[in-house]
């Protein structure tokens, strides 16, 4: 079971896909030890990954808050003189 390990996933969904492909094999028991420390190696990268990918959207999230949505829920917010 050999991985590359600066293939980058296309993707947040093909990291997690391949996580959970990863805790299966090392849950069943069957990897050997240098197996196991590969697939463990490639986790903590796809987890870096997946990790780096929330906080950009948490970020875009926290941007729209500050702006585009403010701008929708001020006209109801404001007292008229």
Same mark, same amino acid.
């Given at each position: 079971? #050999?991985?590359?390990?600066?293939?980058?996933?296309? /993707? &947040?969904?093909?990291?997690?896909?391949? *996580? !959970?492909?990863?805790?299966?094999?090392? !849950?069943?028991?069957?990897?050997?030890?240098?197996?196991?420390?590969?697939?463990?190696?490639?986790?903590? !990268?796809? *987890?870096? &990954?997946?990790?780096?990918? *929330?906080?950009?959207?948490?970020?875009?999230?926290?941007?729209? !808050? +500050?702006? #585009? *949505? /403010? /701008? &929708? +829920?001020?006209?109801?917010?404001? =007292? =008229? /003189?």
């Amino acid at each position: 079971m #050999t991985r590359r390990a600066s293939a980058q996933p296309a /993707n &947040f969904e093909a990291a997690t896909t391949e *996580l !959970e492909r990863i805790v299966a094999d090392m !849950e069943s028991g069957q990897l050997t030890l240098e197996q196991s420390l590969a697939s463990y190696q490639r986790g903590a !990268e796809l *987890l870096q &990954f997946c990790q780096t990918a *929330l906080n950009a959207a948490q970020q875009q999230v926290q941007i729209l !808050e +500050n702006g #585009t *949505l /403010n /701008n &929708f +829920n001020s006209p109801n917010s404001q =007292d =008229d /003189n």
